[in-house]
């Protein structure tokens, strides 16, 4: 891991969606993290720097029943496309 401050992001499929999930699970998964990371790098891009982002996608929460969310561990700043941090 990179010693730079960080936050703990949580992104939550809505609930209405579970059926879809549960017929088509490996598109509704995948598409949930490539979505989660495009927001992420467009919030970076806006402000001039490249983002990193750690996630693990759940499909259960903490009760065992179907909550599909993604949790993930995004830096505070990133890389200039200089290459310096910011």
Same mark, same amino acid.
């Given at each position: 891991?990179?010693?730079?401050?960080?936050?703990?992001?949580?992104?939550?499929?809505?609930?209405?969606?579970?059926?879809?999930?549960?017929?088509?699970?490996?598109?509704?998964?995948?598409?949930?993290?490539?979505? /989660?990371?495009?927001?992420?790098?467009?919030?970076? $891009? *806006?402000?001039?720097?490249?983002? %990193?982002? +750690? @996630?693990?996608?759940?499909?259960?929460? /903490?009760?065992?029943?179907?909550?599909?969310?993604? $949790? *993930?561990?995004?830096?505070?700043? %990133?890389? +200039? @496309?200089?290459?310096?941090?910011?």
């Amino acid at each position: 891991m990179l010693q730079v401050p960080y936050v703990h992001v949580v992104f939550t499929l809505p609930h209405q969606l579970n059926g879809l999930a549960r017929m088509n699970p490996s598109q509704i998964y995948s598409a949930l993290m490539r979505v /989660s990371w495009k927001l992420i790098r467009h919030i970076g $891009h *806006a402000h001039h720097y490249m983002p %990193g982002m +750690s @996630s693990v996608l759940h499909t259960f929460g /903490s009760d065992m029943k179907y909550h599909i969310h993604l $949790h *993930a561990l995004v830096t505070f700043g %990133g890389l +200039s @496309s200089q290459g310096d941090w910011i």
